[in-house]
């Protein structure tokens, strides 16, 4: 499984980069604060929901520690996806939060 550290994301926004960010959280969890570009996808609900994904596209996956991101990530890389989980999660953002 690929992995990037939150810091790397910061700067791939700072830099106007593309960056598709999916955030896995529960909702009372996105309530606190979320990445602005995040798309809110539960974990319990990824497999469902993976028609809103686009094969084509490269995904960022976020929850609040790393965890949950990289089940995921497993989870989409499976089913053919490109993902990164993103290690230390929110707890390791120091990034915008909405």
Request: aromatic fraction near 6%; include cysteine.
């Amino acid at each position: 499984m690929k992995e990037i550290n939150a810091e790397t994301v910061v700067e791939k926004l700072a830099n106007n980069e593309k960056v598709n960010i999916i955030d896995v959280r529960e909702d009372f969890e996105i309530e606190a604060g979320k990445i602005p570009q995040a798309k809110h996808i539960p974990l319990g609900e990824i497999e469902e929901r993976t028609d809103e994904l686009d094969k084509n596209e490269h995904y960022y996956m976020v929850c609040r520690s790393g965890a949950r991101s990289a089940n995921a990530s497993a989870v989409l890389e499976e089913k053919g996806f490109n993902v990164t989980n993103m290690t230390g999660g929110m707890l390791a953002w120091t990034g915008e939060i909405e």
